[in-house]
């Protein structure tokens, strides 16, 4: 499980994060919702290392890993497909996806048949060079390649953003996929409301860098879902 207590986190003297606390379970997906601005991706970048919290504890899996490095983070079974993807354009689809062994051992470095199950464009493009991709296939590519380090929990920042619905409905199914199958704790920032209550079984949303509602799954529908749409809104 990861558990995120009462962080913050600063840019300089600007407050970013103020007393931010949730949680991520294996099998689960924990939707982080809000407007643009409010604190959401620095509080996956504090997640994965990428920013260091101010105040506050972040364990997983019992241990406190607030001051471990990005890397030691990935070791320990932490991945982040990050929004703009992060892909190497100059690398072909497989050595994008081979990038991904660099957290495991020689003997389990293969690029896993799941992969191309829940995405055959990759298998049909496995030659082409990742900046020829579509915005689409790219975020494919990135969702690929964290699968291919067998990752414990899987941290995604808006893998919606800019992509045509099919390819949405196909990120969704691996989403899910990863969650019942993979058994993966997922920690999934979202812009598209739907998309999120629907994968959704907890929720956060967050506010000037403050979780200002949360709940479980089911609540993201009926009474409250008025309440929650008012603070997604401009």
């Not at 099998?27 to 996956?44: D, F, I, P, W, Y």
């Not at 490095?69 to 703009?84: D, F, H, K, L, N």
């Not at 019942?180 to 998309?195: K, N, R, W």
């Amino acid at each position: 499980m990861l558990e995120i207590d009462n962080i913050t986190l600063h840019y300089g003297a600007a407050r970013a994060l103020r007393g931010v606390s949730c949680t991520a379970t294996a099998g689960e997906v924990t939707t982080v919702l809000g407007r643009n601005g409010v604190g959401k991706t620095s509080l996956l970048r504090a997640v994965v290392g990428r920013h260091g919290i101010t105040g506050g504890t972040i364990r997983w899996e019992g241990a406190d890993i607030a001051r471990l490095s990005p890397v030691e983070r990935a070791r320990r079974g932490i991945a982040y497909v990050p929004q703009g993807r992060e892909i190497f354009p100059l690398l072909s689809v497989r050595e994008n996806l081979e990038t991904g062994f660099a957290t495991l051992p020689r003997g389990q470095r293969r690029v896993p048949d799941a992969v191309f199950d829940l995405f055959p464009v990759l298998g049909q493009m496995m030659n082409r060079r990742g900046g020829d991709l579509s915005g689409g296939q790219q975020q494919q590519l990135a969702i690929g390649r964290v699968i291919v380090m067998k990752p414990r929990l899987l941290v995604l920042d808006e893998p919606t953003e800019g992509i045509q619905p099919s390819i949405i409905k196909d990120i969704g199914r691996a989403i899910s996929w990863l969650r019942s199958e993979a058994g993966m704790a997922i920690l999934l920032v979202e812009q598209y409301f739907d998309f999120a209550r629907d994968l959704a079984d907890r929720f956060c949303v967050m506010d000037r860098g403050e979780i200002v509602m949360s709940g479980g799954g089911d609540e993201m529908s009926g009474p409250r879902e008025q309440e929650l749409r008012r603070w997604l809104t401009v």
